[in-house]
């Protein structure tokens, strides 16, 4: 299966979010090319720390940015990044510990619940973060528009 790289179909638009998961699309990256350079466990180990790392804190901002805009969606979502994190967690426990090398499995399994997550969650959190901002912005606008005029 072809590598993890970014493109604009990945992208919700909104510049904070998308750089954080750029990040995380090099990490899973970093880890892949790794694998296929035969890295020993723990090379693989490390780099699976640092996806680690990279996911809690993007989760931690996404859900900080969710409640601030008390997006409805933010109990599920929030769900969603639990199982991922504790998945991710999982894989860096079992081979940073056994010594054992991840396996191409492994590696797709967090390549595609990440996409998938992004494609589904995240679009639609950007999309009603966009829309939020649109609606704010028309409603400052409005006064104005009604204008004191008279
Ligand atoms: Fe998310
Ligand atoms: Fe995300």
């Known amino acids: 299966m072809a590598e993890l790289s970014w493109c604009d179909k990945y992208a919700v638009g909104v510049e904070s979010i998308d750089a954080e998961h750029k990040e995380m699309f090099d990490a899973v990256r970093e880890l892949g090319s790794a694998m296929a350079q035969n890295a020993d466990a723990a090379e693989t180990g490390a780099l699976l720390e640092k996806l680690v790392d990279a996911t809690g804190k993007h989760f931690a901002d996404e859900e900080?940015?969710?409640?601030?805009?008390?997006?409805?969606?933010?109990?599920?979502?929030?769900?969603?990044?639990?199982?991922?994190?504790?998945?991710?967690?999982?894989?860096?426990?079992?081979?940073?510990?056994?010594?054992?090398?991840?396996?191409?499995?492994?590696?797709?399994?967090?390549?595609?619940?990440?996409?998938?997550?992004?494609?589904?969650?995240?679009?639609r959190l950007g999309d009603w973060l966009k829309n939020r901002v649109r609606d704010l912005a028309r409603a400052q606008a409005q006064p104005q528009a009604a204008g004191h005029s008279g």
């Open 64 to 123: 900080a940015m969710m409640r601030e805009a008390k997006y409805p969606g933010l109990a599920l979502h929030a769900a969603n990044h639990q199982r991922l994190k504790e998945k991710v967690e999982a894989f860096a426990d079992r081979y940073s510990q056994s010594g054992a090398k991840m396996n191409q499995h492994a590696l797709n399994f967090l390549r595609d619940w990440l996409v998938y997550h992004i494609e589904n969650d995240d679009q």
